[in-house]
């Protein structure tokens, strides 16, 4: 079992849709969750931060999290071309060694079409 | 919010050579900082986790004779391909935390990559 799941995609949505985006993760015991947008050829860009159990909204976007079904997604309301990126996964997971090390997720890649 | 400069952006050169590649935190000190290696297609692989007046921490598989990371400064890591060959192309990134390594909420912040390319 991986331990960050993502389902890689490509997920498709029509531009003005809403796009959600799902992550599940192994370690029960983590505590930060992050996602990531990277556009091809380029490093990934922070879009959200979550720590605590319900949604956390940030403009077009909401990331909800789930400790009990180790459970975090994003929802990207309104969805533009220029959303079109692959969105990555990342959760600090206790069980690294290191507090502030990531396990990223592979990434799915979304297609917002015209 | 927080920068991370990374230079160079591209490197184009012979089999055998050896690259330097810099990674700054520009407005922040960062204690840590982490290596990633990103071939296409694919998700990033994390290298090492370089740690400041200290050794550096490398996964399973890299080899840490080959890649060499120094942590001189607050500011700065380095990350050193020794004997570059084809198959180390590939994009590196590096990235930092805000804050003390044992913060285990701040996000990692990356900066823009370098595409290694061997001849």
């Known amino acids: 079992q991986k331990e960050v799941e993502q389902n890689s995609g490509p997920l498709s949505v029509p531009e003005g849709a809403i796009a959600s985006l799902n992550c599940t993760y192994s370690d029960r015991g983590s505590q930060s969750f992050f996602w990531y947008r990277q556009y091809s050829g380029k490093s990934p860009e922070l879009i959200m931060s979550?720590?605590?159990?319900g949604d956390k909204e940030d403009g077009r976007f909401t990331a909800q999290l789930n400790k009990a079904s180790q459970y975090v997604s994003l929802l990207i309301r309104d969805s533009q071309p220029s959303d079109s990126a692959t969105y990555l996964c990342a959760v600090n997971m206790l069980n690294t060694g290191t507090a502030s090390k990531l396990t990223f997720g592979t990434g799915t890649r979304l297609q917002v079409t015209l | 919010g927080a920068v991370v400069s990374q230079h160079p952006s591209r490197v184009i050169c012979k089999s055998g050579t050896s690259v330097k590649i810099e990674c700054r935190s520009l407005?922040?000190?960062?204690?840590?900082m982490f290596w990633y290696r990103q071939f296409p297609k694919q998700s990033l692989m994390l290298m090492a986790t370089s740690n400041e007046g200290s050794k550096a921490t490398y996964e399973q598989g890299v080899e840490k004779d080959k890649f060499l990371i120094n942590h001189a400064s607050l500011t700065l890591s380095t990350l050193t391909v020794t004997s570059a060959h084809p198959e180390d192309s590939s994009f590196y990134i590096c990235?930092?935390?805000?804050?003390?390594?044992?913060?285990?909420?701040?996000?990692?912040?990356f900066g823009d990559g370098t595409r290694l390319s061997i001849l």
């Open positions: 990235s930092a935390s805000l804050g003390q390594p044992s913060y285990s909420n701040q996000p990692q912040h």
């Open positions: 407005d922040f000190q960062a204690t840590t």
């Open positions: 979550i720590y605590s159990n």
